[in-house]
């Protein structure tokens, strides 16, 4: 079985990486810089921006270009408010989290259709479920994720290909470390890489964890707006005194 990981050098794609390596995966793991992917057993490294449409094409036909399983996970996580909005950071999320993610897809999805085999997944977030203040960006990436990859389960279905959508709360990874509150229910991303290797070796649709936070977030989900507006206007504002002080 082969298996080609975005964003491998850290966080929950490098222990995503090093649990299947464990199970007897024969790997292909992508990131910026090569040098940082660490050496497992059945794997091999290549140097790829996601946000290159042609690299990330041209890594998967260096590498084969047949595999059992694709996972979108790189992704970036820059705090961003509609009161300080910033281009640039807003534009760099959707790079890197929806045009990655497609970009793999593109490149893996042909070959997994002509094999009537496969199976694609889409590292997203709890936080695509809700907008969430000062994450407006993220939030939006997430649930573009959500969305895109939803439909594509639909659709490639009939053609023997499967789709999971994965769904993290707070996993301590260095995209997480810069976070100055509280994470409730925060996980180590190593019970991550076992709980979502998990899902994929079972063919789950969704991966959600840990249980406590997705189960919050659907009944957000299904709050009226004007209530969950009231609750979250006053951490919408504490958020924007914080970027205030940094500045």
Not at 116 to 134: C, M
Not at 189 to 213: H, M, Q, S, Y
Not at 221 to 230: K, T, V
């Amino acid at each position: 079985m082969r298996a080609i990981i975005t964003g491998a050098s850290s966080g929950i794609g490098l222990e995503l990486a090093r649990e299947l390596s464990r199970r007897g995966w024969e790997l292909v793991l992508l990131a910026r810089r090569v040098e940082l992917i660490e050496k497992l057993p059945r794997s091999e490294a290549i140097a790829c921006d996601v946000t290159d449409a042609a690299a990330v094409r041209a890594a998967v036909q260096q590498a084969g270009g047949v595999f059992d399983l694709a996972v979108a996970n790189a992704g970036v996580s820059i705090p961003v408010h509609a009161v300080n909005f910033n281009l640039a950071d807003a534009e760099q999320i959707i790079r890197v989290n929806v045009l990655g993610m497609m970009y793999l897809f593109d490149a893996v999805i042909p070959a997994m259709i002509e094999r009537r085999s496969g199976r694609f997944a889409g590292v997203a977030s709890l936080a695509g479920l809700r907008g969430l203040p000062a994450s407006g960006p993220y939030s939006a990436s997430k649930a573009a994720m959500q969305t895109f990859l939803e439909a594509a389960r639909i659709e490639l279905a009939p053609h023997g290909v499967g789709v999971t959508i994965v769904n993290p709360g707070f996993v301590a990874t260095p995209m997480t470390d810069k976070n100055s509150f509280r994470m409730p229910f925060l996980m180590t991303a190593e019970r991550a890489g076992r709980i979502i290797a998990d899902g994929l070796e079972r063919g789950k649709r969704v991966v959600e964890f840990p249980r406590p936070t997705s189960l919050v977030m659907r009944l957000v989900r299904q709050m009226p707006d004007a209530l969950y507006d009231r609750i979250l206007i006053p951490y919408g504002r504490r958020k924007m005194d914080r970027e205030k002080v940094k500045r």
